[in-house]
């Protein structure tokens, strides 16, 4: 009688405990589940960031008069840090930047299709994040991925300049259809060069206009009293 009493005793106490376990499973599997969740929302909001930095990217590039030396890009970047009042830091920018664009080009071999990201849970915007992959180096990663052929430091580098050149096309036929879409057909766009956006060196202007006229696109004034209104952030 003891015995068949203790061992409902301990059966009781089993039954208890894997309830207990029960609930801590289920708590990891909800943490589980809400990591992959967000994991697969970082790419997705990564992407978005990407999208609107080309947008405020675009309006910086119609200004025809920007500070002596200045680029779209540092122009577009200190727009960001100062509306943002500081929140978003130029380090914080530039690898999050870094990131986009490299998740961006691995989106573009599945046709922007996120199964290619989403099946792999190991994989998170941390990898895309990194200093140590250069961009040579994640050109060969990707080349790996898409025909699992291994190419050299080199090729990968030429990939990454043709991708670079297409990208910059893209962006030029962009800015004309913002500019034709404005109504601003009779500016002219006869020289690509005109418009061509390079995020490493100043914006480039005909050599056919006069830089000490204030009327020309090549014109920088010295101050910042003389830029346009929205460059007085």
Not at 68 to 91: A, H, M, P, R
Not at 105 to 125: W, Y
Not at 157 to 180: C, P, W
Not at 185 to 199: K, L, Q, T
Request: proline letters at 3%; charged letters at 30%; one cysteine or more.
């Amino acid at each position: 009688m003891e015995e068949s009493s203790f061992e409902r005793s301990k059966e009781e106490i089993i039954k208890a405990l894997v309830a207990q376990l029960i609930s801590i499973y289920d708590n990891v599997l909800q943490e589980y589940v809400e990591a992959e969740i967000n994991r697969r929302n970082g790419f997705r909001n990564y992407l978005n960031f990407l999208k609107i930095y080309k947008k405020i990217e675009i309006f910086c590039n119609i200004y025809k008069i920007r500070l002596k030396g200045q680029t779209i890009k540092n122009q577009t970047n200190t727009k960001i840090v100062d509306y943002s009042e500081q929140k978003i830091k130029l380090t914080t920018l530039t690898i999050t930047l870094r990131a986009a664009k490299r998740i961006d080009r691995l989106l573009s071999l599945s046709n922007k299709n996120f199964l290619i990201v989403d099946i792999f849970p190991n994989l998170d915007v941390a990898f895309f994040k990194s200093s140590s992959i250069n961009v040579a180096a994640y050109e060969c990663w990707l080349k790996i991925i898409e025909t699992g052929e291994i190419i050299s430091e080199e090729q990968g580098y030429e990939i990454y300049q043709q991708k670079k050149k297409e990208e910059n096309s893209l962006r030029e036929n962009i800015l004309k259809q913002v500019y034709e879409s404005a109504g601003y057909e009779s500016v002219g766009y006869e020289s690509a060069e005109y418009y061509y956006i390079d995020e490493e060196s100043p914006r480039y202007y005909p050599d056919n206009d006069n830089p000490d006229n204030e009327e020309s696109p090549r014109y920088h004034p010295d101050n910042e009293e003389s830029i346009l209104p929205m460059d007085e952030s």
